[in-house]
């Protein structure tokens, strides 16, 4: 049985679109659970699983499990700056955490602990007023900010483990149009099947305008999400796989929450633009047509 280690979480003020919480509460060290606020670009991290619907109430995107933080280790301060509609940043360092707070940043207490073998890599983007600094344990997700302008600030902290955050599907090598760590059959839940084989995929259980095998091609990033087109584009409006990796979720205007399993990366095939079929069916979607690699 996994030992637990509580410590009490202490929030000075939690301000989101002009709303205070105050809260001093006791949380066990576990799982991190984090959310996105697409007004603002900032991740909020937090092992305080209250705070993730509270947060989904007011706009933001619950994005999943981030990572496992160890039930000893280094503290991991919490800062917040109501400015420029809020911003949280999460360090080790005690010298960081004290500038914050003369230059007027709020203290929000130990927000979990570091250790353990797998790096959470911490990223800066020098153009953001808010959402500045992202923390992630992949090296996927890392690599493709770098390539937008983002900054590497090395390693933030470390994680004892990666959970649902880890991904067999390797997104850089899929932009390079490398697509072998998508290879074998993903079923859906009507036993629908889609195989991959070295940059082809074969459908079974449907046909698009009688073809049943086409090649990919195309291959992008946007919204948490890899779209890659089919060649040849079936009419009229074409078709593509969207693949959400493990522990991820698509972060669109077009979502209101994400109704695929995130504890296993996903494939939907859908007509151009479609993100929105990740939606539960409650909000017009199809998240039962999501594929699971077996």
Request: charge should be positive; charged fraction near 20%.
């Amino acid at each position: 049985m996994k030992r637990r280690f509580k410590f009490v979480f202490f929030v000075a003020a939690f301000f989101l679109g002009g709303l205070s919480i105050v809260q001093a509460k006791t949380v066990e060290a576990s799982m991190l659970h984090r959310a996105y606020n697409p007004n603002t670009g900032e991740h909020l991290y937090t092992q305080n699983q209250n705070e993730i619907p509270f947060v989904v109430s007011h706009g933001w995107r619950d994005e999943g499990r981030a990572w496992e933080a160890p039930n000893n280790g280094k503290e991991v301060y919490r800062m917040f700056n109501p400015n420029f509609g809020g911003d949280h940043f999460y360090t080790l360092n005690a010298n960081e955490r004290d500038h914050l707070k003369k230059v007027g940043w709020k203290f929000e207490g130990v927000s979990w602990r570091s250790g353990g073998s797998i790096p959470v890599y911490r990223l800066y983007n020098p153009n953001a007023k808010s959402g500045s600094h992202h923390y992630t344990v992949l090296a996927s997700e890392r690599d493709h900010l770098k390539s937008v302008g983002w900054r590497d600030e090395g390693i933030g902290f470390y994680a004892t483990n990666p959970s649902n955050a880890t991904s067999s599907i390797k997104e850089l090598e899929i932009l390079k149009q490398n697509y072998t760590s998508l290879n074998g059959t993903w079923t859906n839940s009507h036993g629908y099947q889609i195989t991959f084989n070295n940059g082809s995929i074969k459908l079974s259980g449907s046909e698009i305008n009688g073809r049943t095998q086409f090649s990919l091609n195309n291959p992008i990033k946007a919204n948490n999400v890899l779209f890659i087109s089919f060649n040849p584009a079936p009419a009229p409006n074409g078709m593509q796989v969207m693949v959400a990796l493990k522990g991820t979720s698509p972060s669109s205007g077009l979502i209101g929450s994400d109704g695929t399993n995130r504890d296993n990366d996903r494939i939907i095939m859908a007509n151009n633009g479609g993100t929105s079929l990740f939606s539960p069916n409650k909000n017009g979607g199809l998240a039962d047509t999501a594929y699971y690699k077996k």
